[in-house]
């Protein structure tokens, strides 16, 4: 998302990326790598038709409410109108708000977004939305403590495995539905952010 809405970073990314994917080639034996290579990206095909029950994406919080199974075509198609939504949220917070409130936003939209149609989340993944929801739920206790409170439940139900029961009771469907809930969150927060003109530093927008 960042390399999307950034364009100065591209240049970097790709040089960035084919040193990483070449890295692989200095093996002793580089017939190997490719074959690894080929074996990675079947890998990725087979992977993106998960079904198991242990994955924790939208489509098993709709599964829990009997909405299954979805048509591989529906949900690649949905992933691709909800890819555009999130971009479309992160350029909005990139023109409209300071730099580091868009930085974290764009971080955010990113991890919610991958809790939310990628195929293979699991229920730890959601460590990655946690710090999210976490540090949104102390910039909105000052001025809407509802929020706060919510933002922070929302956080402890993104770690709730390490609580005894409660995983079980939960699996599959609270924390697909705190990634849900949170889009619109982060959809109230570019509206209402610190503007890039409200704030400078050094005399500069930040």
Request: hydrophobic share 55%.
């Amino acid at each position: 998302l960042f390399g999307a809405l950034y364009w100065k970073f591209i240049p970097r990314l790709i040089i960035g990326l084919l040193i990483v994917l070449a890295l692989p080639l200095l093996h002793w034996h580089p017939a190997y790598a490719v074959h690894e290579y080929v074996r990675c990206v079947e890998t990725l095909a087979w992977a993106t038709k998960a079904e198991q029950p242990k994955y924790s994406d939208l489509a098993a919080l709709l599964a829990h409410v009997g909405i299954s199974p979805i048509p591989a075509m529906v949900k690649t198609m949905t992933r691709l109108l909800f890819a555009l939504i999130y971009l479309g949220l992160g350029a909005i917070a990139a023109r409209r708000l300071s730099r580091a409130d868009s930085a974290w936003v764009i971080g955010a939209l990113s991890a919610d977004y991958l809790m939310l149609f990628n195929p293979r989340t699991e229920t730890c993944s959601y460590v990655l939305l946690a710090p999210f929801t976490a540090s949104l739920a102390m910039i909105e206790w000052p001025r809407r403590r509802w929020l706060g409170w919510a933002l922070g439940i929302g956080s402890i139900c993104c770690a709730c495995d390490a609580i005894p029961g409660l995983f079980h009771a939960t699996d599959r469907w609270l924390k697909p539905l705190v990634a849900l809930l949170f889009l619109p969150v982060l959809a109230a927060f570019i509206a209402t952010g610190t503007r890039r003109d409200d704030r400078k530093e050094n005399g500069r927008p930040v």
